[in-house]
């Protein structure tokens, strides 16, 4: 019987990273994996192809709307859709070599098929009928999350998709009708709306981007509203006849009332994903669940059982990637003795979208909720140099730092690049900086990430160029 130091069940973010390190600290590991490719949902059917889709449509977009206006002159784009799926495509393969690459470079053996857990030291992989066991002095359970479903709503990934059918549609529906205006339903919305997608975003509670800063997610929505987008907010989708050629939702206020129907071409469930679990043999093993299904751990991710630990989307905390890859580094350094950790108080998200949002530590609706006073420092991209000869000056950027010590709690920004924009203020806010140790650290000019600057002066009532 093969033996390890570690088994890693799962071979997403979390996972594979993970085994690199834990590699790297001189271990004896494998990972399992089920799926025929390596990656998890991050790369395959993720964060990778929602990427490559979101780039490349809005680049059809500029070749549509924006070249003109800058004096380079073509012809109306045409949509080669098939093509726009092929440059997805080699994108996921690209980044799934670079895994395959990883495992080999750093000895990990790689065992295809289903991961149960026999208990302590014991995991069963099978496959094709056939099934092995392994020791381990380790297990780390990173088998991520799956769709949510909506209860009589099936999903057939053609006409009613999740966000893997929607990220292969082979045609654009003329009319999309989205349920969740969360982060899967703004990213693959705005593909399909750019691919020329009449598209309807249906959201239970009264407000888009739930846990996003409030201030922000308002002014997203307007934004999207210009784009094209239609929202009916504290509003819930209750069936969706599919007998005929077109669907047909039938949609409530959330509270309940009269209802309505609302047609579509294809329908997107995007309402949150669940921990996965299944197959995984945690009952039998005594791993415990907590109430919502997740694996329950303690402050050093150990599960209920000794030896069995658990990361990333399975587990509590914001659904992302980058959240389950520094737990996978945490929890092979504890396994190795040392001190692995994770400022959860310090997790960037982004969403993708044009613009972009981006955030980091608190919103301003938690530092109220919890009493915390705080001063606001914003400045908007209209009044930065580069925005405006880019002439993309949508969205402004928010600071919130503490009153008494001045110490930044959040960093919120709308705004193109975003995304690229938040880290200064993660690592600004990793060493517990201040909002003044933000505005006199001089920025290149002309850069959009003088507006981080400015709004870092603004807290303090002096920003320049407003
Ligand atoms: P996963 O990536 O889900 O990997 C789990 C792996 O475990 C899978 O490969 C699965 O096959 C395997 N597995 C499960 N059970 C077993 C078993 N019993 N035996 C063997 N193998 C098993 N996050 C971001 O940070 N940024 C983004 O831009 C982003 N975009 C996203 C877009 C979409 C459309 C979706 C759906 C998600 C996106 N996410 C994004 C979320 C991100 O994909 C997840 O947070 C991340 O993949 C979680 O990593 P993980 O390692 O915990 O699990
Ligand atoms: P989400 O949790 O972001 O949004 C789901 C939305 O659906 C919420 O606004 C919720 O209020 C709404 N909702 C729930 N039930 C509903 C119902 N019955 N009717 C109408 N609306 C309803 O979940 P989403 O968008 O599915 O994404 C799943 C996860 O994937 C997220 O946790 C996110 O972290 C991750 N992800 C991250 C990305 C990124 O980092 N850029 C991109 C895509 C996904």
């Not at 071979?11 to 834990?22: D, E, L």
Request: hydrophobic share 45%.
């Amino acid at each position: 019987m093969a033996s390890y130091d570690l088994v890693v069940i799962g071979t997403g973010p979390g996972g594979y990273v993970c085994a690199v390190r834990a590699a790297q600290l001189g271990m004896k590991v494998a990972v399992v994996e089920k799926n025929a490719t390596l990656g998890g949902t991050c790369l395959n059917v993720g964060c990778m192809p929602s990427k490559a889709l979101l780039h490349a449509s809005e680049m059809f977009e500029e070749a549509a709307h924006s070249f003109a206006k800058m004096g380079v002159s073509v012809a109306a784009p045409k949509l080669d859709l098939p093509s726009m799926m092929n440059f997805k495509q080699q994108g996921i393969d690209g980044n799934v070599r670079g895994v395959d690459f990883l495992m080999k470079k750093n000895k990990i053996d790689v065992l295809k098929g289903s991961g149960k857990i026999l208990g302590a030291g014991k995991v069963e992989v099978s496959a094709d009928g056939k099934a092995q066991t392994v020791e381990t002095k380790n297990i780390v359970i990173a088998t991520g999350s799956d769709i949510a479903r909506l209860k009589g709503i099936e999903i057939d990934e053609k006409r009613i998709v999740s966000s893997t059918g929607a990220l292969s549609l082979e045609k654009v529906p003329e009319r999309l009708l989205i349920i969740g205006a969360g982060v899967i339903g703004l990213e693959l919305g705005s593909v399909w709306k750019r691919l020329g997608a009449e598209v309807m975003v249906v959201e239970f509670l009264d407000r888009i981007l739930p846990g996003m800063d409030g201030e922000i997610a308002k002014q997203f929505q307007r934004i999207l509203e210009k784009q094209g987008f239609a929202f009916k907010l504290g509003t819930k989708v209750t069936a969706v006849d599919t007998s005929g050629k077109t669907l047909l939702a039938k949609v409530e206020p959330a509270a309940g009332g009269p209802s309505e129907t609302i047609e579509a071409d294809v329908v997107l469930v995007s309402i949150g994903r669940v921990p996965y679990t299944e197959g995984l043999g945690l009952k039998e093993a005594g791993v415990a669940l907590d109430n919502r299904g997740r694996v329950q751990i303690d402050p050093h991710f150990a599960t209920t059982v000794k030896g069995i630990y658990a990361i990333g989307d399975v587990v509590a905390g914001p659904m992302l990637a980058h959240k389950a890859e520094d737990e996978g580094v945490a929890v092979a350094e504890i396994i190795a003795g040392q001190a692995g950790h994770v400022n959860y108080d310090v997790i960037p998200a982004v969403v993708y979208t044009t613009p972009e949002v981006s955030s980091v530590g608190k919103a301003e609706e938690e530092l109220k909720q919890a009493g915390i006073a705080y001063t606001v420092g914003k400045f908007p991209f209209t009044a930065n140099g580069r925005s405006k000869v880019n002439q993309t000056t949508e969205g402004f950027v928010k600071i919130l730092a503490d009153a008494k010590t001045d110490r930044v709690l959040g960093v919120h920004i709308i705004g193109r690049e975003a995304g690229e924009m938040i880290h200064e203020a993660a690592v600004l806010m990793e060493f517990g900086g201040s909002a003044e140790d933000l505005a006199r650290t001089c920025h290149a000019h002309p850069t959009r990430s003088e507006a981080i600057k400015e709004a870092a002066l603004a807290v303090g009532k002096r920003a320049i160029h407003m």
